[in-house]
């Protein structure tokens, strides 16, 4: 399937996901974030879901998040390192190129993924940024880099009706770390990783109204 075909199809995949509420989990709560998990169906992994409010409009939450080149993401997810625009196929769709730190004590080694990406937005105000794994030629495996796998994947900005300057953000990822992990480190791994992607993208959000 073509780039373009394979991101419409992320996206349609997450439409699903957040239709169906079967079969999920909870894994971790905190003030900001839900996370619940159940088994994938794209790999031999989990697909994790989070949920939560934050204190700003879709479009400051979506200004935080959105993957463009140049965008706010680096600053303030510690588990971006580095994000760049491989193709831009359209204004919405891209393939693109992330790289990410060691983490859990370095026990797993900095990672990259090239995905493609797609961007969205609804009539009732939502946007929506979708992305799974794609090859580029552009992109072999680099050697310093572990190269994982993002299966269907991505950020629901919802508007919350009444209340202009809050967003539900709904969350799922799906990835395969690749390399030699313990299955131990990959389930402790997510869960906290997500908590703190909430965490930290609330006070970047407050950090943009300030």
């Not at 399937?1 to 709560?29: H, N, T």
């Not at 009539?123 to 979708?130: Q, V």
């Not at 880099?145 to 919350?160: A, E, L, Q, S, T």
């Amino acid at each position: 399937m073509e780039c373009a075909g394979r991101a419409e199809a992320a996206a349609e995949q997450l439409r699903l996901y957040r239709r169906d509420p079967g079969g999920w989990r909870g894994c971790r709560s905190t003030g900001e974030v839900a996370v619940s998990w159940r088994p994938s169906t794209e790999f031999a992994g989990n697909l994790y879901k989070g949920e939560g409010i934050l204190p700003g409009s879709p479009r400051d939450v979506w200004e935080c998040i959105k993957p463009v080149a140049g965008g706010l993401r680096t600053k303030w997810d510690q588990n971006v390192k580095d994000f760049e625009v491989v193709e831009a196929i359209s204004d919405t769709v891209s393939v693109c190129r992330t790289t990410t730190p060691s983490a859990c004590m370095r026990i797993i080694s900095p990672r990259e993924f090239v995905d493609v990406v797609v961007m969205k937005q609804y009539e009732d105000g939502t946007m929506l940024s979708a992305a799974t794994n794609v090859e580029h030629p552009l992109c072999p495996p680099q050697p310093n880099f572990v190269r994982g796998f993002n299966y269907p994947c991505g950020c629901f900005c919802i508007p919350v009706p009444g209340e202009p300057d809050r967003t539900e953000l709904l969350t799922f990822f799906q990835t395969d770390l690749g390399g030699y992990l313990p299955q131990t480190v990959v389930d402790s791994f997510f869960p906290s990783s997500i908590s703190g992607f909430y965490s930290n993208l609330t006070k970047a959000v407050k950090a943009l109204k300030a």
